[in-house]
């Protein structure tokens, strides 16, 4: 009884009954989990990031000038010299400490401003031209640097020990036939973990996407769908299935230890069939600091992923997403209004508070995610092997006639354990054509689930 | 002698005799009394402010989005739901950590915008629409909340533990005939102390409101006052006597612990007789949290208060107020020109520091209520009774004819013992019907003040 | 390796050589040298600071309102009253400690806005109105204060104990006929050691201000110097000796103990025989606090030193010179593409980290006056005596004709011993003047230094 005007009680307000109010007895807040959300040089979960490539920019932010840029907590300078080589230097000049993103770009590296001293893209100093031709500084001095690997407009660093830098993880959507890979980048004011956790949270989509207000994607995204999740060797994947009418939706989206992650084409309404139609987005979730982090990735567009003409490779870059919600520069009445991923996220503090939350069955997909990194950190997963230099990878939308013995069924709700059943066909058809070459593969998959998908014809 | 040209002297410039300057002696500061200035959980201020009903927002504020706040250190998100009932909830949800600013308000609570939790204006967890129904997290969870009561366009809640909680102050003030309590929400950036005990300081009137400028107020503020400062209860009081011609003005302020603090009515101008006039402003020092409050009050308005026209009821409100000086808001130049309570308070720093201030008898209130806060933390002071479910109190302005033998002392200067005498003689009338129902009590007050006011007729 | 298209490389892309790579390896960064960098009361670094005046603000800045002012991490107010006098007070009034930024200024000294306390110049506290007149606080308080004395537009206070205060430091500088000062004071976002290092740096000016970019002063700063350091007393010193064609253009610089320096006039170009023409500028790096400081100063301007008319005392003051690069007022692509001293010495960092350097033999003047500080702090330099009140400095620019056997070989470079002994010349010339009164010092080394001009005709 909050809420009385006091005139219509006679001055006499009844006071709420404090015993049901848990705000006191809830007012502390314990800390948050360093182990996985720190990653600063000697943090475990740092020291394990490290261990794989990780876009540091996008190519086109790469000019004339050189780019600062914060990763890992770490300040850098990454800059394209002329010859097209890309450097990516710790930030202070190993002379006197001046920065480099003042530095001028030459054909075979970068100046310091300073003094001149000059550092080809690997950190070896060229030339320091106010010292004698003979300095030993010529042989002793190297400019921290990091290696570096350009590809379909990110620039990708490994700032691991040397002699433990993996190959670049040529996923199989990096190559697919028609798909044009757009990078885009988006910083979030908040630590790494509680982005890339959402990867996992499906349930996510059917509330802040569908029902909480406007319908961000499809409508088909607010049917509540049959989720199973499972691991397998570096990944943490999920299969939703819901029932659009006479079909049934099969969504498989994955996420790689330790920070990678993929998601299937976003504006399914499984309401035609489809059978393995890709990626959607592909991206990294990538620590500037403790409290701040970058989404890098790439936007898959592709003449059967567009089909609806509901995306838009020119939104997609710095800052921005042709997906709405997915950045922190909208006003705040309609963050509030109309909330995206971004604020979800955000809001969730500087860093999140795991000891805090109250998980339950829906939960299992980020549970299971952070135990993985918890392992992964101690013992590194076994990244999947390759075939014809590629990782296949499983991010798909699956959309099958509905199983039926009758035609008259069609209007019948199947059920929970039908639409996992049908979920585990795809993911097994899919899972078992791992072995094959990427062409076949993709012809294979499609003819197994084309197959799946009439029973009831 | 300091400024000299050098060419008058030939170049021989008189250095300052150093010895007379007490910067390097006086440099280093002590710290701030953490026992009456940090108020977060579990600190001994705190712990008593949450022992009392605390505005924290303004009616006005709560519309169809909720309000994020943050109180006394701990971050809240306040709304109004459609049914009128006002929540205080912890800001972070329960389930996974987003902000509920971000929720979705209801008939009856508000929605997380990211899983669709749905909570009561008490916490209670409605509904968790992606968790199976019969999960146990329906029984299990509650969203830290608390107790809430809207009076006359505050929101009040209290944060203290739920066996304690008091029963809502009503002060006599809140309910007189014909007054209008206009609410109004001052932020200041700096410890709610400084801003606070500014209530028991009525010399700074004298100063900063009159001599060292322009006129705030009225010409009658700038008359140096005979004071008497005394504690009841857990009030802490005083009465400034000035002789304003014929006339003698009683102003009658009080504080009432932990933070509760009235003062009379702002125009006086001391020339015509006038018998316990009431209240000019209602409010409380709330802290945020150690360096930044807010004042939650109301201006109070009624014809007789505003005989002369000098208030503006339009302009009370969020930041702003119709008396000079009380915001944040201006330019820095006009704050150096004339400057307000606003600057005199926040300019002493984040926390000011006690330990370095030379107090003088002007003091004396500043003395009396840092003690009387200090005891109460100790040994809460008792809340006066009520009559008729009203608290008296006891700000006021009187206006009484002076005393005189004969009418042509009518020019002689009272001296301060006269001055003084007379504020105890205004003091004991009031406080002596304390015992009567409020209109007896009014009609009582001013009887016997009126015949206080013509010994010399 | 690191910019394949991998299209080209059939999707086999070659991965850097990790091992030349040295980012991990220096990852970890070491702490600052607090000896020399930091400046609060205490440090050994800031108490050999107070024992020199330091300027504190500009006269200009001083008008009918106070001037908040921090200086090594303490917080002070400036203020000049009615009568001319300057004051320079502890922000926060001894009473009840709001600051005095928002007090009156009188006709000799500064009343606080709160409750009118009075302070003289000097910190007497000369009224406190709301105390009676007899109050004992009226000889017990003082309110903290430094001596200060204004000099051609700067004010300069005296912050260490009072029995040591040294004379106001006259350079002869501050004396020249004919010579103009105007003072200017920059702000700069870092540790003041790597400001006042750069004047002791003279390779910077090759590369920084010629060769880097666009030509910030006139073309002569490209050519590369020979170099002298040494330190003589409070002093350390280089000269530099440039070959301009038929002429050797010797530069000499000063900076004096703790953080005075000088350096000679800018827009040389070396083309014409000059013989001990003076100061561009003389400067102090004063320390706001440990991350931030203040370059005070004065630029010279005399019709010699601006007969190219590149100079312009205009655009001199507060947060502006008429020299590029000494402000952080521009915009960030302008200061990646013309970069000035201001970022050389901020983008550094807080503070620099004197551990993470690698130091040439062209830092020797660096490395040579950080012992000098060292050792300044541990013993006080002894400042050199004065003739008729003025301190000789040596700071000048000299053009002599190039020494030659033969007209003819006239072409051929100057060797680097050949221009050293040049300016070996040039420094014993001067220094050997200065017991000379001021005017027949000039006269003396110009005579001297024509003499050395001429070998070869």
Chains 1, 2, 3 share one sequence.
């Not at 001095?141 to 190959?167: C, H, R, S, T, W």
């Not at 199973?228 to 994947?237: M, Q």
């Not at 992964?376 to 990878?393: E, K, M, R």
Request: proline share 7%.
């Amino acid at each position: 009884m909050t809420y009385l005007l006091l005139e219509q009680l006679n001055m006499i307000q009844a006071l709420p009954d404090a015993q049901r109010f848990m705000g006191h007895a809830k007012r502390t807040k314990p800390a948050e989990d360093p182990s996985l959300t720190h990653t600063q040089a000697d943090s475990p979960m740092g020291e394990a990031m490290r261990l794989h490539w990780q876009p540091v920019c996008m190519s086109s932010q790469l000019n004339d000038l050189p780019l600062p840029v914060r990763i890992l907590s770490e300040d850098l300078v990454a800059f394209r010299d002329k010859t097209g080589l890309v450097g990516l230097l710790h930030k202070h000049c190993s002379h006197r400490g001046a920065s480099l993103e003042f530095g001028r770009i030459t054909d075979k590296g970068i100046r310091c401003c300073y003094h001149g001293w000059h550092y080809a893209h690997d950190g070896r100093l060229l030339d320091a031209p106010a010292e004698p031709a003979n300095s030993p500084l010529l042989q002793q001095v190297k400019q921290g640097a990091y290696p570096v690997i350009e590809f379909k407009g990110l620039v990708f660093a490994y700032m691991g020990p040397p002699a433990q830098m993996p190959p670049f993880p040529h996923y199989d959507s990096m190559h697919l036939p028609d798909v044009e890979l757009v990078p885009y980048a988006i910083s979030h004011d908040c630590n790494w973990l509680q982005v890339h956790e959402n990867l996992m949270d499906p349930l996510h989509a059917v509330f802040l996407h569908s029902r909480m207000g406007e319908i961000q994607l499809t409508e088909a995204w607010g049917e509540m769908p049959a989720v199973e999740w499972f691991e397998k060797g570096d990944r943490v994947c999920y299969l939703t299935s819901r029932q659009i009418g006479a079909h049934v939706w099969v969504r498989f989206n994955e996420v790689a230890f330790p920070n990678f992650g993929q998601v299937a084409g976003f504006w399914e309404d499984g309401l035609t069939a489809k059978f393995f139609e890709r990626v959607g987005a592909s991206r990294w979730t990538v620590p500037i600091d403790n409290t701040h982090c970058w989404i890098f990735g790439w936007r898959h567009f592709s003449p059967s992923l567009e089909a609806k003409g509901m995306g838009n490779a020119s939104q997609v870059g710095l800052n921005q997403l042709d997906i709405y919600g997915q950045t922190g520069e909208r006003v705040y009445e309609e963050m509030q209004r109309n909330t995206g991923d971004w604020e979800a996220e955000v809001s969730q503090g500087p860093i999140a508070i795991h000891a805090s939350e109250n998980k339950g069955s829906s939960d299992r997909g980020v549970v299971m995610l952070r135990r993985h990194l918890a392992q992964g950190i101690n013992s590194t997963h076994l990244p999947a092997g390759s075939i014809d230099g590629q990782t296949p990878t499983w991010t798909c939308n699956v959309v099958l006639h509905r199983p039926s013995p009758m035609a008259s069924d069609v209007e019948m709700k199947l059920s929970v354990p039908e639409l996992l059943s049908i979920g585990r066909s795809v993911k097994t058809v899919i899972l078992a054509a791992d072995c094959l070459s990427p062409p076949l593969r993709q012809a294979e998959i499609m003819a197994q689930l084309q197959a799946l998908s009439k029973p009831y014809e």
